[in-house]
């Protein structure tokens, strides 16, 4: 079956940087696009970015847009979320999904598979 999994949450302090990586098996990842999104306690869960199938467009929210960097890596099958210059409210459970077409977009009703999520805590 179709599984991504998140790795690289944890705790910080503002400022500093994380780099988080999804892995997902099951599904020929280099046909799809792949997306990360977020959720903070008592929140809906939002988009932060996007990247197409193979790497060639991205999409960012504005809150993150100039500090998150998304990329992938089809030979691992890994998407990535670099993130620096964090900020307290970047505090969130972050989620990796796929995409049910090549070409990324913000809508989350698009995004077939979900990872578990990797918790991320930005303390001032």
């Known amino acids: 079956q179709v599984q991504y999994v998140e790795s690289g949450g944890g705790l910080v302090q503002a400022g500093d940087s994380l780099r988080l990586s999804c892995v997902a098996s099951?599904?020929?990842?280099?046909?799809?696009?792949m997306g990360w999104f977020r959720q903070a306690p008592g929140k809906a869960r939002e988009f932060v970015a996007a990247?197409?199938?193979?790497?060639?467009?991205?999409y960012y929210a504005d809150s993150v847009k100039g500090r998150f960097t998304i990329s992938r890596d089809n030979t691992k099958n890994t998407v990535y979320l670099q993130m620096n210059s964090l900020k307290r409210e970047d505090t969130a459970v972050y989620y990796c999904a796929g995409h049910n077409r090549p070409v990324y977009s913000i809508n989350i009703h698009q995004y077939d598979y979900w990872g578990q999520g990797t918790q991320v805590t930005v303390s001032s």
């Open positions: 990247i197409s199938w193979n790497g060639g467009w991205t």
């Open positions: 099951g599904r020929t990842f280099s046909s799809y696009a």
